[in-house]
Nanobody, 120 residues
Framework: QVQLVESGGGLVQPGGSLRLSCAAS????????MGWYRQTPGMQRELVAT???????NYADSVKGRFTISRDNAKNTVYLQMNNLKPEDTAVYYC??????????????WGQGTQVTVSS
């Protein structure tokens, strides 16, 4: 069994910063890709930033220059540093990872989500 546990969300004023963390644990053989999506009510979940299986990064145009994704492979953890936050960044942020389990199966896993609210 594999779990993704997120932390770091909260309420912040416009222009402020937050750092999200997501730690993967359980029957992990390898993590092939890892990243962040977000979702607002009534909207589809959208990509924010990801590491691909090749190790490159992808960012949504709306967050380029403000958000930075990083990871600690030894801890199976991915981070999202969010700077200069705007009200339109308000959403539930979800961590996702494409993981090969110790049984040899590859699945996409999702965290439970963490709320980020940007408001004065």
């Amino acid at each position: 069994q594999v779990q993704l546990v997120e932390s770091g969300g909260g309420l912040v004023q416009p222009g402020g910063s937050l750092r999200l963390s997501c730690a993967a644990s359980g029957s992990i053989f390898s993590i092939n890709a890892m990243g962040w999506y977000r979702q607002t009510p009534g909207m589809q979940r959208e990509l924010v930033a990801t590491f691909t299986s090749g190790g490159s990064t992808n960012y949504a145009d709306s967050v380029k220059g403000r958000f930075t994704i990083s990871r600690d492979n030894a801890k199976n953890t991915v981070y999202l540093q969010m700077n200069n936050l705007k009200p339109e960044d308000t959403a539930v942020y979800y961590c996702t990872a494409l993981i090969t389990t110790t049984r040899g199966y590859e699945y996409p896993y999702w965290g439970q989500g963490t709320q980020v609210t940007v408001s004065s």
